[in-house]
């Protein structure tokens, strides 16, 4: 099993390097995320796995960036200048997870409680 290390984006790339973007300018993340398509995934494809990172939708309706390639919600791209280690899965939240309602599916803030009257609930 995977071993899960959390970090910051600033940690993550002090600690592996990411690569500037060199095929855009106006790149994300500072010029330094590669693009989902084109010309940029084909150089991100030509890079060794434990250096590639995938921006991407997580589950929980936050943004994270994961070490390693991914497909699935996808965003975008990094490489590292260092690898990452064997059996190791490094996550980087960069957007906060929505707290939603289970039954109705509504977003609500950290502190808010919920009517368990709400649509969603079978009376």
């Known amino acids: 099993m995977?071993?899960?290390i959390e970090m910051t984006f600033e940690e993550a790339d002090e600690q592996f390097k990411f690569m500037v973007n060199n095929y855009d300018e106006n790149a994300s993340f500072d010029g330094l995320m590669f693009e989902t398509y084109g010309d940029e995934?084909?150089?991100v494809k030509t890079k060794p796995h434990n250096?590639?990172?995938m921006y991407g939708d997580g589950d929980d309706?936050?943004?994270y960036i994961w070490s390693g390639w991914g497909f699935v919600?996808?965003?975008g791209?990094?490489?590292s200048e260092k690898p990452v280690p064997d059996n190791t899965i490094i996550q980087i939240?960069?957007?906060e997870p929505d707290l939603t309602c289970d039954f109705c599916g509504a977003i609500l803030d950290e502190e808010e409680t919920h009517d368990p009257k709400c649509e969603g609930i079978q009376q």
Do not use: A, C, P, S
């Open 73 to 75: 919600n996808r965003i």
């Open 61 to 63: 309706g936050g943004t």
């Open 51 to 53: 250096r590639i990172w």
């Open 77 to 79: 791209y990094f490489i």
């Open 2 to 4: 995977d071993k899960l």
């Open 41 to 43: 995934v084909e150089y």
């Open 93 to 95: 939240m960069v957007g």
